[in-house]
């Protein structure tokens, strides 16, 4: 089995690379988000999982960990093959698929392409208890749902009503109240809020 290739980025499509290695020219499969982190023309190491049918040997890179992770756990689900797995990907970070599952945002998971209402909601059911022990991504901790009452909530109400979408909104207060503490005000939340999320 093929677990990470190394080499030399030699061609990127819309949802496949080839990744030249040693002369051999692998075909990967891979979200639109880790295909934006390759450097075309030069060498790069992609993680792979690769998938053995009777008619086809396929293989999905990802630029990171998390993203694999939750690759395998997505394609768990019945409904969800290889493709709309990485659709999922291409739509939501793994940071934003913990606050949406966490959330129950529907309409985020309905963004990506091939995922109707009722896919959306077999997602949220079967994923909601095992999205918090999932990976969040580089640099990122897993998002805590979003509160439910006191000045969280209503900073978060107010950062939703301004046109940020819930899961990042939630992901904002949440960070800022674990840097100022159960204390901070709305107007702070608010400001800070925005700054998190201007980032």
């Known amino acids: 089995m093929i677990a990470r290739l190394t080499g030399r980025v030699e061609q990127i499509e819309a949802d496949r690379c080839v990744i030249d290695v040693n002369g051999v020219g692998y075909l990967v499969q891979a ?21 053995v049918r009777e008619d086809a040997i396929s293989l999905f890179g990802f630029a990171e960990s998390a ?8 394609t768990t689900v019945q409904g969800v093959g290889a493709r ?30 091939g995922v109707g209402a ?40 107010a950062l939703v009503n301004l046109g940020y979408r819930r899961p990042d909104a939630a992901a904002a207060v949440d960070r800022v109240v674990r840097r100022l503490g159960e204390g901070a005000t709305l107007d702070a939340l608010i400001r800070e809020g925005l700054k998190e999320l201007g980032r």
């Open 31 to 51: 979200s639109t988000r880790t295909l934006a982190a390759l450097p075309a023309g030069q060498v790069a190491t992609v993680l792979v999982e690769m998938q």
């Open 118 to 157: 009722k896919l959306a909601v077999r997602l949220l059911t079967e994923l909601r208890e095992k999205a918090g022990a999932m990976p969040s991504g580089i640099g990122f901790s897993p998002v805590l749902p979003p509160p439910v009452g006191g000045v969280e909530a209503d900073a978060l109400s």
């Open 84 to 113: 709309v797995a990485l659709n999922i990907l291409s739509a939501l970070s793994p940071r934003e698929l913990v606050a949406a599952i966490q959330a129950g945002d529907r309409g985020a998971l309905t963004r990506a392409s």
């Open 67 to 74: 993203e694999r992770e939750w690759f395998r756990l997505l």
